[in-house]
């Protein structure tokens, strides 16, 4: 049997434990592992980690997408804080003297917002990886997303007795009209928010404690297709570190999980928010003061570990959302081939 010169000058390492098979025949095993000959020459050809110019566009698309979508977590918590709401004047359904304000109507709406983004953002990181071969960390890629659903599960008590409550004081709005002029559905919202109230669960410790620790998990998965991309794009140490600040914010969160349960009362059961992200802790650091929020900030706040945590986390994946930015872009501006 005559081998091509390529297969016979070029390693052809195994698909499963990285033994070069380039003299076993076409059709026979890995002398180590027992893994397809035909399977390793296969996959031969396919980079087991393509740079970031050369990767899947559509993973690359997602994977930006999901990193600033996670920037964007505490942006109703940061309008609130600043005042900002308070500017952005809202269409209105009913016919109410002079223009309302964002933080009249949806702020406590949108308090579920962080459920939402958190829950997009990391689901768009697990997006699957097209042109390469399979990495030994791939089992995140299956965990994260079932791990994402469960957050977004979870939070559905958090966001929805919050609704509920605002769904009630519609129903009251309508039966204060009269009953002439009441809409067809008054009957339907009363009968849904009572029902809710009534039978649906409410937000507690033990919901708090699993929504804390699910996002937290998933966050610690999502440092491997994140390591992916930016290892891809620039240098391995910046990337690990960026992600160690990430880990270890999933890390503090489970040991406050591990704490409340040893010791429901001890100082740590209010270190937490709903999830790996708590805007209201980042946003303690500062108050609205007359026309500049940054006049006076919290002390206290800002020296606790809390706020440095929520931070640091916070800046860490703005940076690995700029990183990967300038990453596309450099990918972009790359001139194509001749043909």
């Known amino acids: 049997m005559i081998l091509e010169p390529q297969s016979i000058s070029a390693a052809i390492p195994c698909h499963v434990c990285g033994y070069d098979v380039r003299a076993q025949p076409p059709d026979g095993i890995c002398p180590e592992c027992a893994a397809s000959v035909a399977e390793s020459r296969r996959l031969a050809p396919i980079p087991r980690r393509p740079a970031w110019r050369d990767s899947d566009p559509r993973w690359r698309r997602r994977m930006l997408a999901g990193a600033w979508v996670l920037v964007l977590v505490p942006l109703m918590t940061a309008l609130d804080t600043f005042g900002w709401a308070a500017r952005i004047n809202v269409p209105t359904f009913f016919d109410v003297q002079g223009a309302q304000s964002l933080d009249e109507s949806y702020v406590n709406v949108f308090q579920s917002y962080a459920c939402f983004t958190f829950c997009i953002g990391v689901v768009l990181l697990f997006a699957k990886e097209r042109n390469r071969q399979r990495n030994r960390l791939d089992w995140t890629r299956r965990w994260g997303v079932i791990t994402s659903y469960l957050v977004f599960l979870l939070g559905i008590p958090i966001f929805g007795f919050v609704t509920d409550l605002v769904a009630i004081g519609i129903a009251a709005l309508f039966m204060s009209m009269r009953y002439v002029d009441q809409p067809a559905v008054t ?26 620790g699910f996002s ?110 300038l990453a596309q872009f450099a990918a972009k501006r790359r001139p194509r081939p001749s043909s």
Not at 276 to 301: K, V
Not at 304 to 310: C, I
Request: net charge positive.
């Open 216 to 325: 937290s998990s998933v966050i610690l998965l999502a440092c491997a297709p994140l390591y992916n991309a930016l290892r891809s794009s620039g240098p391995k140490v910046w990337a690990a570190i960026l992600l160690a600040v990430l880990a270890l914010g999933s890390v503090v969160q489970l040991w406050y999980i591990i704490e409340y349960i040893a010791n429901p009362a001890a100082p740590s059961t209010s270190k937490f928010g709903y999830f790996y992200f708590s805007p209201d802790i980042l946003m303690s650091g500062f108050t609205y003061h007359g026309s500049n929020p940054f006049l006076r900030s919290r002390a206290a706040s800002v020296l606790s570990g809390e706020f440095v945590m929520e931070t640091a986390k916070w800046f860490a994946i703005l940076a690995i959302a700029v990183w990967l930015t």
């Open 187 to 212: 009957g339907l919202l009363v009968h849904l928010s009572a029902g809710y109230i009534h039978y649906a669960p409410f937000p507690g410790p033990l919901l708090s404690l699993s929504v804390v």
